[in-house]
Structures are given as C-alpha cells and as structure tokens.
C-alpha cells in the first residue's frame, strides 16, 4: 500500500468505487466523520461513532448491529501504527429512482485512509487569518449538527477565501449570528476567561472536537456559553480560535481587519489536544 | 440490455459504479436532471442541457465543449426508439480531501435509463390528494432553482407522506409561502383563469416542465403570475396541479381537507402536454 494515496474498503472489501445508483450520490443521503489517528489509534473514536450512528437515525439510515465492530476492525486494519487521517462514509446505499426511502436499505460502509495533512506548525503556534464568508448559512433545524453529505455550503463558502492568506472562513446564518468555520468550530474566550462559542440548534455541524472541548473545560472550572454571538461581539472578545478533530487548535491571529494574541486558555487547550494526539507530543 | 433495470453509461463507459473520492458523494457537490423520453427522444431536452449548463457555472463545474454532443449521443445510444425516462449526473469528479474545489477537475458524466414508472392513468384522469409536508424549506439564494444532488430536505419531507393516500407533498418555507412539491412544482388557477404559480428566487427547484407551462400559457394569452402565495391563498383557487418533466400534469383533486374539480385551464395545459409526450398520445 502507497501510503500517500487513499486506501479504500467499501462494506470491508478493498475496492475503489459504489455504484452511481446509490442515494448517498444521487441526493446526499448520508452522513461522513473525519477521524485523526495517532500510532494507529483512532482519536476520540467513540465519539464519532455515537454521532454517526445519531445522525443514520436522524436521516433513516438502518444501523446494523455489527456496524460499530465492523468499522472498529477496519479502521483497525487500515491504521495500525500509522498516523494518519480516517474519514467514514455511510449512505443509505442504493435506491430506485425518487427520493423515498426504500423499504429495503442496505446501507454503505465506505472507510477511507488518507495521509495526514501537513499543515505548517505555525498555523498551531502563531496562529492562523481568517475571513468572514458573504456565503451565509440557512436555518434547517432537522438537518442542524449533523455532519452530512449535502455541504454545496462549505463548497461554496469555501471557494471564497482558497487561495488567498486566510485558512479559514468563518460562516454567519442568515441573522448574522456567527455559527462556524467551513470545516471548523468557533471559540471565543472573554476578559473572564470564560469560553463562548455558537449554540448550533439551527444550523451548523456539531464537532467531535468542539464537545471535547466543552467537557474538558467543564472538567478543568472552564465555563463554556454556547449562545447566539454576533461577529462584532466576538470580534470583540480577547482571545478567538477554531477547532476540528483533525487539526485540533488553530489560534486566530486575525480575523478581518481585527488582530488578537495567542491567549493563556487557547494554550491551556491547546495542551489538553496535543496530549490527545498523542504521537505529536 | 434488460430494459426493466437501469442501463447506465459513466463518461460514456458501459460501467455502473464511480469513485467513493468523488465530490459528488463527498459534498454533493454536482447536478441532475430528470427526462422523459418518448419514442427515443428526449422530450424538452435543450432546456434540461441548458439547466444543466446553467447550474454547472454557478457551481463551478467545468462545462467541456463537448459535453453537449456527448449526453446527446449517450442519450441516443440508450434510447433507441424506447419510451422511458433518463436520469443525468453531472458531478465536480474526484477530489482531494476537504472541501475546496480541486484545480485540475475532471467532471463526471452519468447517464442512467429507467423504465417509465407505471403510475394510475387516474392521476393524470382524476387527479391526486397532497398534503402540506411539514419539513420546511430554508432560503438559499445561491442555491435557489437548481436541481443539485444536495436533496436531504426532500428525502426528509418525503418521508412524511410516502406509503400514505397522498402521491405528493407540498413544501412551504419558514415564513409559510408555497415553493414547490417534493418532486414537482404547483400551479394554481384564479376565477379570472390566470395561472399562478410561487416564484423561486429564495428556493426551489426552477422546473423544465414549469418554464415550458410557463411559456406555453404566455403562447395561449394566459396571464402567469409568478409570486409569494401562502398555502391558504392556493387553497382558496378554483383549480390546482403539480408537474414536472415525467408526470407532465396531475390535478390535484384534494390538497388536505379541501377538495377540487379538474378545472377548464388544467385540461387545456394538459393537452399541450400530451402533444409533448408523442408517443403517449
């Protein structure tokens, strides 16, 4: 195996491709979760597995008892020892034509293996400029937290800022609440050092990151107040980063025209994730 | 070929399957359109190719110069003298991970024949019983009018009434206007015998079959108003029906608990329609 390219099982066997008649292609139905390894253990790992399997049962995706052991042995398979990235696909497999479920579902199991990004270090130490997308996100309370497979938002939103000095772009709903980064959670800390971050009952993908975040806060007497936050009240604030399972902590150094420092709880955070990813520290 | 599977072509390949790298999987990131075909020819076909087209651009899908010629070859090939229904994939091709649009892309081109469904002669005859789904439409100008693969919201709605009387289901959005059904677009007639119908600029899908009512009444002088209709104001209308570019016309005969007769105008459109789908007249 090229460990530079992706190696793929689809419902456990090494093939490269699903058929063009299945739903998760044909109308987005289905869901993905994008897992670090480290020394091949995948990190927080019951915890995406407790959201896909919420999210197969928000969307009416049958999930098979042996679902969770099966991808435990695949992921298994695919990563020992390596750090690497893992990114699980399950679609509600192939379907007729027309958007109701079929009363017989097989669904799909995709497991891929990916190198790890090599994001430059500074993005973790320094920090990294993030931009306010125009691209703003709809209110669809029956789809809000879920990490599904209909995301032309994060495309188009995305296409915004690739390329330019910002590494991320941070997303509003369509009332100027700010409520995420494209592929990322949003945390401000305020002169209390407490940490705020969107309430995503709306819109918005609930990140693993992002709720081990909030418990490890909760465990070291970090309030957390998960609310409705302008981009000017959290622009405000002293200390701003983003947040994903697979990069961890970004501090923000910039966001629009507003400059922050690297503060004392980002750091403190920070530590908390590194000792996560366990082969980096 | 067993006509009575899906007989599929993938750029123009006798395969059935795609890469799970695809970013139509992978973010529904792509386009499709929905055809009938009568008598081996696709009915309303440069509307669907300029829809397609149209939708391409604003998702930044390369259009390859040749593209038109290939899907009416391809159509051709799988057609030949038959009744039955095309369905076109158009996606954004394999891509890295996350979700920034690929430099290099290389689109993906699916065409898949169906057999006609069977659906009751009644439908169209007498009509059908709708609902209002409860699932509400978001409002995504970006998004507005295009048939994307980013369907969740009419899976999701169309799980609401599937198995039920009801053969269709009209969506409102969050502030209680009529889009659209879940496969279809709704018309309606005043007492004066014009057609109204909702405008989709927030969401929706811009139907072929609707544009092509649309320009037919104007082509019979009948006035079409295009505009923002609650569910009370359509109800409150002497005649209504959905359409798309397979069903052609259904008359609704009741929309929950009001009920209707098929109406002079809806019989006129039908008859248009009818002239479209040769083979069937």
Not at 20 to 47: K, M, N, S
Not at 62 to 71: C, F, G, Q, T
Not at 258 to 269: A, K, N, P
Request: glycine share 8%; aromatic share 8%.
């Amino acid at each position: 195996m090229n460990s530079s390219f992706p190696v793929i099982l689809v419902n456990g066997q090494a093939v490269q491709q699903i058929s063009v008649l299945d739903r998760g292609l044909a109308y987005g139905h289905g869901l993905f979760e994008t897992i670090r390894v480290c020394d091949g253990q995948p990190q927080l790992w019951q915890q995406h597995l407790t959201r896909l399997k919420a999210g197969c049962e928000l969307l009416f995706i049958p999930w098979p008892e042996d679902a969770e052991v099966k991808l435990t042995q695949e992921v298994g398979e695919l990563c020992a020892r390596s750090d690497s990235l893992i990114k699980i696909i399950i679609t509600a497999g192939s379907g007729g034509l027309g958007y109701a479920i079929p009363e017989a579902q097989a669904p799909m199991r995709i497991v891929i293996r990916y190198p790890l990004p090599d994001y430059p270090i500074e993005y973790t130490n320094a920090g990294i400029a993030v931009c306010t997308c125009d691209y703003r996100l709809a209110q669809q309370t029956r789809l809000a937290g879920l990490k599904h497979l209909n995301r032309l938002d994060q495309v188009l939103a995305s296409a915004e800022w690739r390329g330019s000095k910002y590494k991320e772009g941070i997303m509003l709903d369509q009332q100027d609440r700010v409520i995420e980064g494209t592929r990322s959670n949003v945390f401000a800390v305020d002169k209390n050092g407490d940490l705020l971050t969107p309430q995503l009952s709306r819109c918005g993908v609930v990140g693993v990151m992002r709720q081990y975040l909030i418990e490890q806060a909760a465990l070291h007497h970090i309030k957390v107040l998960e609310g409705d936050y302008s981009s000017a009240q959290l622009k405000a604030m002293p200390e701003l980063f983003v947040c994903n399972s697979l990069i961890g902590i970004w501090p923000v150094r910039q966001w629009d025209q507003h400059d922050y420092s690297v503060g004392e709880i980002t750091r403190r955070l920070q530590r908390l994730v590194k000792k996560l990813f366990v082969a980096q520290s």
